[in-house]
């Protein structure tokens, strides 16, 4: 049945495509996180693999929610790892060692870029676009990614 939600279809692809994005974005830190769970080594092990559980989780939560975004606006998520691959904005990999400071930078901007990413549609979505709705629920999600942010950033203090 056709999606019929007030705002047109042109407008609900330009969304939809912005939103694929973010979702690959999510998908890449999603697996950068639990990378950083996975191999962390050193003094601070213990802590630090529950850390990154914790992010993880909240990641797996987030990505969830921007595909089901993209859903009820009409459109299908990108759900490849090709597909993601190509739209993501962070790179997959990086020279670090397996340690908590080199995790913590790394995860720490691709959170900073995602934040960028979103803050930068805010107001697109709702003045451009005419969808109030994912301006509104983009707006949730930064803030939750300044939050994670905020707990990483908190390491190197």
């Known amino acids: 049945m056709k999606t019929n939600i007030g705002i047109s279809e042109k407008n609900r692809k330009a969304v939809s495509d912005q939103l694929g994005k973010l979702l690959a974005d999510e998908f890449v830190l999603y697996t950068k996180t639990r990378n950083a769970h996975w191999n962390i080594e050193g003094p601070d092990f213990h802590a630090m693999h529950i850390f990154f559980e914790g992010q993880y989780q909240q990641l797996d939560e987030v990505m969830d929610s921007v595909a089901e975004r993209i859903r009820k606006i009409g459109h299908y998520a990108p759900a490849t790892l090709a597909q993601l691959l190509q739209l993501t904005h962070l ?7 397996n340690d908590s400071q080199g995790f913590l930078k790394e995860l720490l901007e691709d959170h900073e870029s995602i934040i960028e990413f979103i803050r930068g549609n805010i107001n697109p979505f709702d003045e451009e676009f005419k969808d109030a709705g994912t301006s509104d629920f983009i707006t949730g999600l930064m803030q ?4 994670m942010a905020w707990m990483i950033r908190a390491h190197f203090r």
Request: proline letters at 0%.
């Open 91 to 97: 790179t997959e990999q990086s020279d670090r060692k």
């Open 144 to 147: 939750t990614h300044e939050e």
